[in-house]
């Protein structure tokens, strides 16, 4: 089922999510759901509180080199933790909450990520690149905070100027 996204300025997006207890049926279903939303969205990662609900649970589906998302290649990942990040890169960044804005971003180019999978299985994964990127993105959602709060003081206030325009464009 595809939910709504939540978007800025929303104070729930800036919830710090809980750990996952149960690995169980309501889990199942919110992952279907955030696989569904995130591809009907055209996205490439989604944390649940995107959809409103502060739990510890993001996805990510990178596009493959015929530029498809496939559900045998998602990365469900419940309670994660970065343990190890290195380096450095600047990726232009867009998210589902903030729709229409996309500005470079700085994060660390190496990371290293321990998660559990829909079924409580413990995982870990090295990251290079984009998709330690979007790893970053989504953990930045669990702890309340978005790619906007990355930016600089310039950078925020042209962000703060497109988005008063838009906003006054819907009306």
């Given amino acids: 089922m595809i939910r709504e996204i939540v978007t800025y300025p929303n104070k729930i997006l800036r919830s710090v999510s809980s750990d996952v207890e149960k690995f169980d049926e309501e889990l199942h279903t919110l992952l279907d759901d955030m696989w569904d939303t995130m591809i009907a969205y055209n996205g490439v990662g989604l944390a649940a509180i995107q959809v409103g609900v502060a739990l510890n649970v993001l996805i990510i589906s990178l596009p493959d080199v015929n530029d498809e998302q496939r559900k045998e290649d998602l990365i469900e990942a419940i309670n994660p933790k970065i343990t190890h990040k290195d380096g450095e890169l600047s990726f232009s960044e867009g998210c589902l909450s903030v729709p229409n804005f996309h500005e470079e ?66 009306k």
């Fill in 105 to 170: 971003v700085k994060r660390s180019e190496h990371i290293i990520v321990e998660y559990y999978d829909r079924n409580g299985t413990h995982k870990s994964m090295e990251c290079h690149g984009f998709l330690a990127v979007a790893w970053q993105h989504e953990m930045d959602h669990l702890k309340g905070h978005l790619f906007i709060e990355k930016l600089s003081i310039i950078k925020r206030k042209k962000f703060e100027k497109e988005y008063k325009k838009e906003q006054k464009h819907k």
